[in-house]
């Protein structure tokens, strides 16, 4: 049984190009290249549309979501802290937690706004 698997990988091996004898040769140099290049374009591309494009797109809506921060919207910041806006500043955010508790917040800790006329309806 031994000897026949040994004859097995043997017969194997020889069949493979360039394994020597009259089929030796080299495969086109070309080729190979541009597969893997193309290869490298799909993996990029994958890559591109499914972890950068929605990381783009995720920043620019939070962008978009500090800047129209206004007096009277209900927030949330990363902390988890819920409050409502009482004053808007160039890179912070006064908000109201409680009565007479106020907090100064950046603006890029906040993760939800609820605007103050959708809440009301």
Do not use: C
């Not at 049984?1 to 040994?6: F, T, Y």
């Not at 890559?47 to 809506?61: C, D, G, M, N, V």
């Not at 962008?63 to 409050?83: C, Q, S």
């Amino acid at each position: 049984m031994i000897m026949g698997v040994e004859l097995f990988w043997i017969a194997a091996a020889a069949a493979q190009p360039g394994a020597g004898g009259a089929q030796g040769g080299a495969p086109p140099e070309g080729m190979p290249a541009f597969s893997s290049l193309i290869t490298m374009a799909l993996i990029f591309g994958v890559f591109y549309f499914l972890l950068i494009r929605p990381q783009q797109k995720a920043r620019k809506e939070q962008e978009r979501l500090i800047a129209g921060v206004k007096t009277g919207d209900h927030v949330i910041t990363n902390g988890g802290i819920l409050g409502t806006v009482t004053n808007v500043k160039d890179k912070t955010v006064v908000i109201r937690v409680a009565e007479n508790v106020k907090i100064e917040v950046l603006k890029t800790s906040l993760t939800s706004v609820t605007k103050a006329e959708a809440e009301a309806k």
